[in-house]
């Protein structure tokens, strides 16, 4: 017979076991479902598209639903044309024909019930961006921003005085984004070669605008890691200009470039995304057909890790990642979604793409669900 003490021991180490084991169960990524959104915008009834991730990674379609607006039935160029709340319970889309915001309740399974639609205060909305219970929406041919609290129930009640205007009216916004502690709005100006930054009160009105000068031409679309500010340069279009600039932020909302205009020998470099540890940026060049790897440095710097670390299909704009595993990269013209892992040092390796995605696609948004979450 075995001594209590051993029997004990036994016991203990089974129960630590099983411990580890469901543990490590809940953790693994397989047992989580990935979304991945993108809209429509048909001039009609522009719709939003909804892709389940595959466990290798791949996107299947899983439907759409209404947005509630039209679209432009054109091509658009921004950055942030629909996103996520910050737990993944709702998302928010520009209908850039239709002058309007529309709310989607995310539901269990990936899917979208629309809440609510209202007027974005400007002409032609193309980026919005959310922190906690506000939204602001920029309006490219108006050359504004315009500002919402989200109440239940997904509704957007607009701002008294949060309407305001970018530094000119050519201004050509490429995205607003809230800064990460939700204190600050900054939009790029492509059209002055700017990138524009507001304070954001308790009341959520946007006020006291600074208006900081480009390191690069054509500032476009942004991300940020570890507290800087990293933009993309379309430079004009103009052949082999591509190029990346990171920023140091401060409270008053001026910004610092940190080593200036870093090239990439590509051509209009214009979409962002970084990785959640903040360590790389991965950089869309619409019209080289690949796709960029940045370092960013404890201090901010940006360094150009691989000119072309992917190639993508015709036009690639929109970029969203599902962790710091999965880049995903939506190509216009090819209208295709491309998916792709990343390994060692920003390494892409190509899994394949979803085709016939909507001749005028806009944005790319996505999250992934724990399947236990209820």
């Avoid at 002409?123 to 929406?137: E, F, G």
């Amino acid at each position: 017979m075995l001594s209590p003490r051993f029997t004990f021991a036994i016991l203990s180490f089974s129960l630590a076991l099983l411990f580890f084991s469901c543990k490590k169960e809940k953790e693994n990524p397989k047992n989580k479902d990935g979304y991945v959104y993108t809209e429509s915008n048909e001039a009609g009834t522009n719709r939003i598209i909804i892709y389940k991730q595959q466990p290798d990674g791949s996107l299947v379609l899983q439907g759409s639903v209404a947005s509630g607006g039209a679209g432009t039935g054109a091509l658009f160029g921004s950055q942030g044309a629909l996103v996520l709340d910050e737990k993944h319970e709702w998302l928010y889309a520009v209908n850039a024909g239709a002058n309007s915001v529309s709310s989607f309740k995310v539901n269990n399974d990936g899917g979208l019930t629309l809440a609510s639609t209202v007027a974005s205060g400007g002409m032609k909305p193309v980026s919005v961006s959310v922190d906690r219970t506000l939204l602001y929406v920029a309006n490219q041919a108006s050359a504004n921003i315009n500002g919402y609290k989200i109440g239940s129930g997904g509704s957007l009640t607009a701002i008294p005085s949060s309407n305001v205007a970018l530094s000119a009216p050519t201004a050509d916004p490429g995205q607003i984004s809230f800064s990460p502690n939700g204190q600050l709005l900054y939009i790029t100006e492509r059209g002055t070669d700017k990138i524009a930054s507001f304070k954001v009160n308790d009341a959520g009105v946007a006020h006291s605008p600074t208006f900081s000068n480009s390191a690069g031409i054509t500032p476009f679309g942004f991300d940020f890691a570890q507290n800087y500010l990293v933009v993309a340069n379309a430079h004009l279009d103009l052949p082999n200009l591509g190029s990346v600039s990171s920023y140091s932020l401060s409270t008053s909302g001026s910004i610092s470039a940190v080593n200036g205009a870093v090239p990439n020998n590509q051509t209009a470099a214009c979409w962002t995304i970084t990785t959640q540890n903040g360590l790389l940026a991965f950089i869309a060049n619409s019209f080289s057909n690949t796709i960029s790897s940045y370092a960013i440095g404890p201090n901010g710097a940006a360094t150009l890790v691989n000119a072309a670390a992917a190639p993508t299909d015709a036009r690639p704009r929109d970029l969203t990642l599902i962790g710091d595993s999965y880049l995903y990269v939506l190509n216009v013209t090819a209208h295709t979604i491309g998916a792709y892992s990343i390994g060692d040092k920003g390494t892409l390796n190509t899994i394949g793409n979803v085709s016939n995605v909507p001749v005028y696609a806009a944005g790319l948004a996505s999250y992934k669900k724990d399947k236990k979450k209820t």
